[in-house]
């Protein structure tokens, strides 16, 4: 609501200081009818946008829910150390944004073609208009502008950020992955330290009672039995696959296998400035020459 409230209510405003403006330059035959025509383009306009930032703010509210739930994975691998939670849960985390991905996705690519079209003709319109442009003439292409604007740059950053959080959490395994391999190597090694001590208390208490040849007959390492290292590399073995895993399936907001991530926003941005260079080229270059 704070989004819907902060977007919503400037633009408003514009529209509705654009359509008194008017009324107050454009000779009428009646004030009545002035007001009624103030008050039907209005109310249409306030309708139309409402709808289309409600859609957005809505696809924008179901990603940082997905986030929350990226959170708490996160947590989880602080508290568990079952590789069989982790993949279970991270399975089920893809099954929803798969789930939001497949009931946005139309509604994304629509809402970006419509955007792209309705920019690019406002602004083939505005370039090649040979009068002046004043707030008038242009206060309703610029206001529909902005909330068109802001209703695809929302989606995009929701759908980015999730995108972004699904593939971060390779590298809180790969932490957690290093973390628990070198605390269990430090404890073999405590264990392996405490042994050889042991083993020199044992020797010296030899050397008292038994003659030098029984002491070279006495020679002992402590090694970790097979059913011990069995279990430590089963582990290891259950961590890396863990690791692979979530580095082979990052998970994210996807469009027709396309995932919606910084190399998608890029993408995009550079064929928005293709198209504004193409228009401004057919209309400002053409037209000077």
């Not at 359509?19 to 309708?47: D, P």
């Not at 995108?163 to 809180?172: D, E, N, P, V, Y």
């Not at 330290?193 to 020199?200: A, D, M, R, T, W």
């Amino acid at each position: 609501m704070r989004l819907f409230v902060l977007w919503l209510l400037p633009c408003l405003i514009l529209k509705i200081a654009r359509e008194i403006i008017r009324i107050l330059y454009v000779q009428r035959e009646s004030w009545w009818l002035s007001v009624a025509v103030l008050f039907t383009l209005v109310l249409s306009w306030t309708y139309v946008s409402t709808i289309s930032l409600i859609a957005s703010i809505l696809f924008h509210l179901v990603c940082n829910l997905q986030v929350i739930h990226f959170e708490d994975y996160a947590k989880l691998l602080e508290r568990e150390s079952d590789v069989l939670i982790f993949v279970y849960e991270h399975i089920r985390l893809r099954f929803h944004l798969s789930k939001i991905s497949h009931r946005f996705r139309i509604y994304l690519l629509l809402d970006f073609l419509v955007v792209t079209a309705s920019q690019f003709m406002t602004l083939f319109q505005t370039t090649g208009y040979r009068g002046v442009i004043t707030f008038i003439n242009g206060g309703d292409f610029a206001v529909s502008s902005v909330v068109q604007v802001v209703g695809i740059i929302l989606c995009l950053h929701a759908a980015t950020k999730i995108s972004h959080r699904a593939q971060g959490i390779a590298s809180l395994a790969s932490r957690w992955h290093a973390l628990a391999t070198c605390t269990s190597a430090d404890a073999s090694q405590l264990r392996g330290s405490n042994s050889v001590g042991n083993l020199e208390a044992f020797n010296n208490s030899l050397y008292m009672t038994y003659s030098e040849s029984d002491l070279e007959s006495v020679e002992y390492v402590a090694l970790p039995t097979p059913t011990q290292l069995a279990s430590y590399l089963s582990s290891y073995n259950r961590r890396q696959a863990f690791v692979m895993y979530l580095q082979s399936n990052p998970g994210g907001i996807t469009l027709y296998g396309w995932t919606v991530d910084r190399g998608l926003i890029n993408t995009i941005f550079f064929i928005e400035l293709s198209l504004v260079t193409f228009v401004l080229g057919k209309t400002i270059v053409f037209s000077s020459t």
